[in-house]
């Protein structure tokens, strides 16, 4: 009987298959590009926090000045921890496949409430028992809730919401607003009240110290888009005082910038940091200056002697780095803008980001490495949406300006004509870089294309004059034929030929919906509050990858730095079932592409 056992034992083992592989798109951050530091509060006498960044942020110091807590990604999801201020004793303090963030602590530093979506997959307040790992929910229900600060007095929790906000759509795009409240709630879930109005974005609250008034950053709801991005150029936000008991709001006087982040420091001063490039950093609003640079997030020692804050740093692309993931059995890699894979899974094809009115590089990188080659580029025109072809003899792209993806968000969508966006076309070529051809015309924005198995045809997404849908061309023919006339994009061939997937608008929402070649049999996969797009195929054309809004924002999107923050990665079966979640952060994580195997070398 033992033998038997370890025969079955060994035979499991050996047979047991190795992980999916995935490459997918981050905006920011990878490891490394964001870091925790301590200064002086007057900027003097800045060091790193920790001796080995990762993605590390939102500090919090205990009411002692004992400890730093803040969140970390270098143990896989995002989790709690702690530290000295010296960076000693570094300890873990949550250990959950869950997004755990923003550590607040109470008066007597026995809790810290914290942000986490260990419920429902959406961002919920939890309260965690310093000395026993114990973790208990404060709040639920649909939406997000953000930046909780416990009141010096310890009846209240201050937090920012979007709870009963939805996504709506920013005016004229895609990307969705951030429509943000303050509420207050007792520890002991009692009492949940609004203390603004609502319809506009205030966020990020904390509390005087006699605990009757909080402090908030305020912006119109339509603002939230243009100021998540990275670098600002101009652009303001107000800094209001809100008397917690009467509802009595004043705005600080804060001068100019996008302002953020405000705190009453212990001498009743009022200190924030700036994101507009001008005067990047920290302020206090008698005027004076704190550390200079990219600053996201920032404490105060009790005493207002030190700041501890969180900032971008420079940083490689890391592409081909391996990234955590919910489900063991799929690996996450790095993998550039828009990764597609050759048959052979040794290497994609890829895109730059380049604004315009430059154009970019399309690449084709070992899967292994970061060792990339240009296959091609043309000045005044962009590559978008790169495919391969089954056979690998190929590569498929659209070729235009494409201000959409390549413009920031000054490119609005107002009207059907504005999606024309100067007109783009469909081209192919060799994995070489020879045998450039273009195979559409006409005043059309073509994009997205997938060509069939048998490469002799193509699915592209069509907007402008000659009508807006899917359509199929054969290469050899030029005979186009329409697949559906709808709101539809990234349409993509199935590995297996039956099925072309893509992603529709529809009620207000994108849904993934698949079809077959002849256009009948269409079939909605996915029905979501928010965003489902930017799909892929699995090699055997089983399942499907994509990426969703449907969790929601998990932290204040201007904090972020990314035009879809919510974006988080999803797996399914080609009929729709099975959905399961792969990633979980506050991040934008979207274009993913699975990899083949390899195939064996002889």
């Keep these: ?215 908030t950053y305020c912006l ?45 420091l212990a001498s009743n001063e009022i200190a924030f940091i700036r994101k507009d490039a001008e005067g990047a950093g920290i302020h206090y609003a008698g005027g004076k200056r704190g550390p200079k640079g990219n600053l996201r997030s920032a404490a105060w020692s009790p005493d207002g002697t030190r700041v501890a804050f969180h900032k ?73 949406g790169p495919q391969w072809s089954a056979r690998g003899d190929a590569i498929i792209f659209g070729i235009g300006t494409f201000g959409a993806f390549f413009n920031g968000f000054h490119d609005l969508f107002l009207k059907a004509a504005d999606r024309v966006n100067g007109g783009a076309q469909i081209a192919v070529i060799s994995p070489d870089g020879s045998g450039f051809r273009e195979l559409t015309s006409g005043p059309n924005n073509n994009g997205f294309p997938s060509l069939a198995p048998d490469g002799r045809r193509f699915v592209y997404r069509t907007f402008g004059p000659d009508g807006e849908g899917l359509r199929v061309m054969n290469i050899d023919t030029k005979a186009v034929t329409t697949l559906t006339s709808g709101y539809d994009n990234f349409p993509l061939w199935s590995p297996r030929g039956d099925l072309i997937m893509f992603s529709r608008l529809d009620k207000g929402d994108y849904e993934i919906f698949t079809i077959k070649p002849d256009g009948t049999g269409a079939r909605r996969l996915t029905s979501s509050p928010g965003n489902d797009a930017h799909q892929g195929w699995s090699p055997d054309g089983e399942h499907i990858v994509f990426a969703s809004s449907r969790m929601g924002f998990k932290d204040e999107v201007i904090y972020t730095d990314a035009p879809q923050p919510y974006g988080e990665l999803f797996v399914m079966r080609y009929d729709g079932a099975d959905v399961q979640q792969l990633t979980d952060n506050q991040w934008e994580d979207g274009t993913p592409a699975w990899q083949p195997s390899p195939t064996p070398r002889r």
């Excluded at 100021?227 to 804060?254: E, F, H, K, M, Q």
């Excluded at 391996?322 to 597609?340: A, F, I, T």
Aim: aromatic share 10%; hydrophobic share 40%; net charge negative.
């Design 1 to 215: 009987m033992r033998i038997c056992l370890a025969v079955l034992v060994a035979v499991s083992a050996v047979a047991a298959p190795d992980p999916q592989k995935l490459f997918f798109t981050r905006v920011f951050p990878v490891p490394g590009e964001v870091g925790l530091f301590v200064a002086a509060a007057d900027g003097s006498d800045e060091r790193p926090l920790l001796a080995s960044p990762d993605v590390d942020y939102n500090p919090a110091w205990s009411p002692d000045a004992a400890w730093l807590a803040f969140t970390s990604e270098r143990g896989g999801s995002a989790d709690l921890y702690r530290v000295r201020p010296n960076g000693a004793d570094l300890e873990r303090l949550t250990d959950s496949p869950a997004f755990d963030d923003q550590a607040a602590f109470s008066p007597d530093g026995r809790q810290i409430v914290f942000v986490t979506s260990r419920a429902s997959g959406t961002a919920d307040l939890w309260l965690l028992d310093v000395q026993t790992r114990r973790a208990k929910p404060l709040t639920s229900g649909a939406g997000g809730d953000f930046r909780p600060a416990w009141s010096p007095d310890g009846r209240w929790i201050a937090f920012s919401s979007d709870r009963g906000s939805g996504l709506p759509f920013a005016h004229g795009r895609w990307e969705h607003l951030h429509v943000v409240d303050i509420y207050l709630v007792h520890p002991d879930g009692s009492g949940l009240k609004r203390i603004t109005p609502h319809g506009d974005f205030c966020g990020s609250p904390k509390w005087s110290a006699d605990s009757q008034r909080i402090v």
């Design 312 to 384: 971008r740093l420079p940083a490689g692309p890391g592409v081909g780095r391996r990234m955590w993931s919910r489900l063991p059995n799929y690996e996450l890699r790095l993998g550039g803008m828009q990764p597609s894979f050759h048959p052979s899974g040794e290497r994609y094809a890829m895109t730059t980001y380049v604004p315009p009115p430059a154009s970019n590089n399309l690449l084709v990188v070992e899967s292994g490495s970061d060792t990339s080659t240009v296959v091609f580029h043309q000045d005044g025109r962009s590559v978008l």
């Design 220 to 264: 119109p709801a339509e603002e939230t888009m243009a100021y998540r991005l990275p670098t600002l150029n101009g652009g303001n936000t107000r800094i209001v005082s809100i008397d917690i008991v009467t509802g009595a709001a004043s705005d600080v006087p804060s001068g100019p910038g996008v302002k953020m982040a405000p705190v009453f």
